[in-house]
Nanobody
Framework: QLQLVESGGGLVQPGGSLRLSCVAS????????IGWFRQVPGKERTGVAC????????RYVDSVEGRFSISRDNGKNTAVLQMNDLKSEDTGVYFC???????????????????WGQGTQVTVSS
């Protein structure tokens, strides 16, 4: 069974940090680019950060540039989103997703991704 599993979400105060992990099982991430998406109630999922297959190319939405860092370890079949200096507007459910091919402009749209995790809740509040 092809599966992505996220972990690391939680409640954190503004200015704090969280580290989200995404582990793949049933397939290897080597041939996939990876994206992290955020969803808030009533809105569509939007791309936050993404990383190409080899990991050299990374992209971020403007609102998280300089605060979030995406990385991957193909040997461990894992991707990580390090989130620092968190703000209340970062609150949402975070999903990791994977797709084959070349990393699209920006991080692409949710429809371009083949595999999704179940999501992990991130809440930034004092």
């Amino acid at each position: 069974q092809l599966q992505l599993v996220e972990s690391g979400g939680g409640l954190v105060q503004p200015g704090g940090s969280l580290r989200l992990s995404c582990v793949a099982s049933g397939f290897t991430l080597d041939n996939y680019y990876i994206g992290w998406f955020r969803q808030v109630p009533g809105k569509e999922r939007t791309g936050v950060a993404c990383i190409a297959k080899i990991g050299i190319v990374t992209r971020y939405v403007d609102s998280v540039e300089g605060r979030f860092s995406i990385s991957r370890d193909n040997g461990k079949n894992t991707a990580v989103l390090q989130m620092n200096d968190l703000k209340s507007e970062d609150t949402g459910v975070y999903f990791c997703a994977a797709a084959r091919g070349t990393l699209p402009v920006g991080c692409g749209t949710p429809r371009q991704y083949e595999h999704w995790g179940q999501g992990t809740q991130v809440t930034v509040s004092s």
